[in-house]
């Protein structure tokens, strides 16, 4: 069955910098878009950034485009979300999702969900 485990969260402070990885098994995983989600508490789920199976498509929200990069090595069947220069806004649950084809802003559109990492940024 297809698993997605994200690590890499953890309490950062303002300016700080973490890297996000999400490990995925059970699925072809180049054939699969990638996505990172985020939610805060009393909010909804909301696109990070996605990539694209060959990695050659990487779309960012506008609120972290310049700050945060995604990237993959699907030699390791693994996903990476670098995020640099975090604000306390970014404080929230960290999730991977993989959709078995294009990359997708809306959640509703990807098949596999990871269990979520925290990432809690200090002002």
């Known amino acids: 069955q297809v698993q997605l485990a994200e690590s890499g969260g953890g309490l950062v402070q303002a300016g700080g910098s973490l890297r996000l990885s999400c490990a995925a098994s059970?699925?072809?995983?180049?054939?699969?878009?990638m996505g990172w989600f985020r939610q805060a508490p009393g909010k909804e789920r909301e696109f990070v950034a996605a990539?694209?199976?060959?990695?050659?498509?990487?779309p960012y929200a506008d609120s972290v485009k310049g700050r945060f990069t995604i990237s993959r090595d699907n030699a390791k069947n693994t996903v990476y979300l670098q995020m640099n220069s975090l604000k306390p806004e970014d404080t929230a649950v960290y999730y991977c999702?993989?959709?078995?084809?294009?990359?997708?802003?809306?959640?509703?559109?990807?098949?596999?969900w990871g269990q979520g990492t925290q990432v809690t940024v200090s002002s």
């Open positions: 990539i694209s199976g060959s990695g050659g498509s990487t």
């Open positions: 059970g699925l072809i995983f180049s054939s699969y878009a």
């Open positions: 999702a993989a959709n078995n084809g294009r990359w997708r802003i809306s959640s509703y559109e990807y098949d596999y």
